[in-house]
């Protein structure tokens, strides 16, 4: 018997589905030989720590084994320490990670109970409830902790190792160019401050055109040297310029004030920023940083950090899991979307064709339109700061539930907003007005035969809700099974916990001007579908290269010049923008599944209402779920 398309498709989704799961699960429990446990601490006060535990099978009282303990930087999730903690649980560590206090999957602080509470800083945002917890568990070796931290993460790890310095046997820093809070000059526990040649957020703050000059900081070279002593009035005895100059790669070995030997070391390799925790060279870089300190776990034929490159790593075989993770939820709301068409609930939702009242194909006007939407968005990308405090002079900065670059990003959707509808009415009234343009062609219709039609709308938004529905189901049951999120490079997404719900609601407004002006936009082109799954498809493909194309290539030349020459865009050099260069990628993923939503269903029904809808939740799912909450409510 013949199987229609969707049954084939839905076999084809589940299939995809399946084998992401067989290359997360077992990738992350090196094919069953680690444990994963997701967990939930309670701070003194009340509020949740959400934490992931890996555990080495072979660890057991009688096998003690090394503990990590990983924090990511700010606003990423704890799954994005993954690699690290996949290369140390298979080698014999037990590993934590953690969203901190008020991200992902954790509360927002609501106390004093982990010390300072700023988002900067060295306050602890959970690692008092944490260290608590693991010191019940009797499969660690105690005399082996490793606390590690990307970014903001290292702060929050420094700060606490500096207060447990009789308890920590390793402090590693990875992308950041503070060394502990300052009153502090005790560091009784070995350092490794790893800083990639390319970190941008570091070349932002360079003396100079490299990163170079952050290792010969005098801070950073009294911690290296142990070169504390004072003299009767509070200066040092030897001066910041007597200092010798710090080198790379060197194991400098000094006396702690404890009277015990520890080590320092400086690496610098080959990653930016944004990308330590997926780019081979500082995965490995770590690796060897820990192991060959630790002395378990480093890879055989490797001697020296001149071997580094030896290293066996297989944490982006679970990136690949991630990447079939989000093609099969894809996958399952498109076969959803084509389904729910071909019910008797939601068939009436398909309206007659629309007329094509678009400029003519290839006409000057035709390429300066399509020109316009491929050049506005990275030419308006970076108008604004972190956070951003203002809008067009308002000041705004009340309005924000979320932190991080969640602000910025949407201010810029505004922008590009108030300059598509702008683009869209000079067309209206230039050309679409005298060649049929009206509120029907241009998709805004809710019925064949009425005016307006409240149901539709209701209905349109149902049909939004189980389409997006079903991949958030499709996600939750991944989650279930990996007991993990999903991040692809930057991009992040998770399901959404119930305290954020109004937060939900909130960025569901905010989020409706983009993709409802974007899709006036591209009605200048005249990209209208024939009511077929193979047009609406086709389609897709065009408009989501028009959409992306210019993010693209910025985000292209961004990479090239960071990575190749060391040099950051003067565009993304100030109000601390370089974290958006990289950021283009999860904006990139977020709006182009977005977009593809909206011009799928959009063509497949003629009508704006249900692919604004599903565009609209989609983006207000991967928005909210992750990012670092400043409160929960106004």
Known sequence: MKKSPLIIALIAVVAVFALSLVII??????????????????????????????????????????????????????????????????????VVTYDYQGQAGSDVATGKSEGNMGRSGYGKRGLNTIWNTVLEFNFVDFNHVITMGHSGGG??????????????????????????PAKIEDHNFNFVNILGDSDESALARAVG?????????????????????????GSYKISAANLPELILNKVYTVVGSDGNKWTRTAYMPDSCHAYYLVDNDAVKTVIYGITSQVGIGLDAGVSSYDDYKKISVVYRWHDLGYALELISMIGLMCIIAIALTKTKF?????????????????????????????????????????????????????????????????????????????????????????????????????????????????????????????????????????QQGLH??????????????????????MCVPYFLTSSLAAK?????????????????????????????????????????????????????????????????????????INIFISQKTNSIWPGLFSAVLWGTWTITATTAVLKYIY
């Not at 339109?369 to 604004?384: C, D, E, N, R």
């Not at 490079?489 to 569901?508: E, G, H, K, P, Q």
């Not at 960071?562 to 865009?569: C, D, E, G, Q, T």
């Open 346 to 482: 939601f068939a009436t939702m398909e309206l007659k064709p629309l007329d094509n009242v678009g400029f003519p194909k290839k006409s000057w006007m035709w390429w300066l339109a399509l020109a316009l939407i491929v050049i506005l968005p990275p030419a308006l990308y970076t108008t604004g700061k972190l956070p951003q405090d203002t809008f067009l002079g308002i000041k705004i900065s009340g309005l924000w539930l979320l932190d991080g670059n969640c602000s910025a990003w949407l201010c810029w959707q505004w922008l590009l907003s108030i300059v598509f509808l702008a683009l869209f009415l000079v067309y209206h009234f230039t050309y679409g007005k005298k060649h049929n343009g009206n509120l029907r062609n241009y998709g805004f219709a809710t019925s064949d035969t009425k005016k307006f039609d409240y149901t539709y709308i209701l209905k349109a938004l149902l049909y939004g809700v189980i389409v997006v529905g079903s991949g958030y189901c499709l996600m939750a049951i991944a989650t279930h099974y990996t």
């Open 155 to 180: 702060m929050h790890t420094v700060g606490f190792a500096t207060d447990h310095q009789d308890e920590i046997f390793m402090q590693v820093n990875i992308g950041m160019n503070m060394y502990g």
């Open 209 to 233: 055109d490299t990163n170079w000059s952050h290792f010969q900081v005098e801070q950073l070279k009294r911690i290296f040297f142990n070169e504390y002593d004072k003299n009767s009035d």
């Open 488 to 509: 692809i490079a930057t991009f992040m997404l998770r399901t959404v916990d119930a305290n954020r719900t109004m937060i939900f609601l909130v960025y569901f407004l």
């Open 524 to 596: 200048t082109l005249g990209i209208n579908g024939d009511g077929t799954t193979k047009t609406a498809f086709k389609n897709v493909g065009i408009m989501t290269a028009i959409a992306l194309s210019g993010l693209f290539v910025l985000w292209l030349v961004f990479v090239i010049c960071l990575n190749n020459f060391n040099f950051i865009l003067p565009m993304f050099k100030v109000n601390r923008l370089y974290i958006l260069g990289v950021g283009l990628v999860p904006i990139m993923i977020g709006i182009g599944v977005g977009n593809a």
């Open 25 to 94: 699960i077992g990738t992350s429990t090196s094919w069953g030989k680690v444990e994963i446990t997701d967990l939930n601490f309670v701070t003194g006060d009340g509020d949740k720590i959400h934490v992931l535990l890996y555990k080495p099978k072979a660890a057991n009282p009688e096998n003690k084994v090394p503990l990590a303990i990983i924090a990511h930087g700010g606003s990423d999730m704890l799954e994005q320490a993954s690699g690290y903690a996949i290369e140390l649980s298979r080698r014999g560590y037990a």
